[in-house]
């Protein structure tokens, strides 16, 4: 599911999924790095971009920053909390 990027971050795409299967596809890819990594989550705006980052953030994981690639489509940089405690 998840693709190695440049250097040790990995990509996951969700751009061809709605919600919620925008969100399990994240989660989903989550779970598969290693503590401390980090993931790019390419997201649709609209129902994606608003659900998706604050459903991961409640998960436990940092939001490290939103990119806006200017097609309509952002780029979410998480990293994966130990454990998944909850919220920061």
């Not at 925008?22 to 390419?42: H, N, P, Q």
């Not at 490290?64 to 909390?81: A, C, E, H, S």
Request: glycine share 12%; hydrophobic share 35%; proline share 3%.
């Amino acid at each position: 599911m998840t693709s190695k990027g440049e250097g040790k971050r990995y990509v996951v795409d969700t751009t061809g999924s709605v919600c919620p299967m925008t969100f399990v596809l994240a989660k989903m890819a989550i779970d598969e790095i290693d503590d401390g990594e980090e993931i790019s989550i390419r997201l649709n705006e609209g129902e994606a971009l608003a659900n998706v980052p604050r459903s991961i953030k409640e998960e436990g994981h940092k939001i490290l920053k939103l990119l806006d690639n200017g097609d309509g489509t952002y780029d979410l940089i998480v990293r994966k909390v130990e454990g998944d405690s909850g919220p920061q």
